[in-house]
Nanobody
């Protein structure tokens, strides 16, 4: 099983940038699809970005053109570069191994602690 730890959150002004990192340990990481989620209300999370095993990516419409997900399999890291941040991007961000399901993706395993991103106006 893969264990994932998020880092890189912080406080930034609107229009600024942050880079989040998801560090993996455990079994072979290169075979996993990985997604970045954010908690939007209560325990509900929305999928922000996904990267496949070959580097193919998918994004939430509201972050397209602003966020970029990337992976380094040798270092077992998946990063989320966030530019042109908006106050609506404020959330706790989590990473997770995901699998394809009809119509989308499903997170696997337990959620980590996440990393808080706060965007001030």
């Amino acid at each position: 099983q893969v264990q994932l730890v998020e880092s890189g959150g912080g406080l930034v002004q609107a229009g600024g940038s942050l880079r989040l990192s998801c560090a993996a340990s455990g079994r072979i990481f290169s075979l996993d699809m990985v997604g970045w989620y954010r908690r939007v209300s209560g325990n509900q999370r929305e999928l922000v970005a996904v990267i496949g095993t070959t580097g193919n990516t998918d994004y939430l419409d509201s972050v397209k053109g602003r966020f970029t997900i990337s992976r380094d399999n040798a270092r077992k890291i998946v990063d989320l570069q966030m530019n042109s941040l908006k106050p609506d991007d404020t959330a706790v961000y989590y990473c997770a191994v995901v699998v394809n399901i009809p119509g989308g993706y499903w997170p696997m395993g337990n959620w980590g602690e996440g990393t808080l991103v706060t965007v001030s106006s």
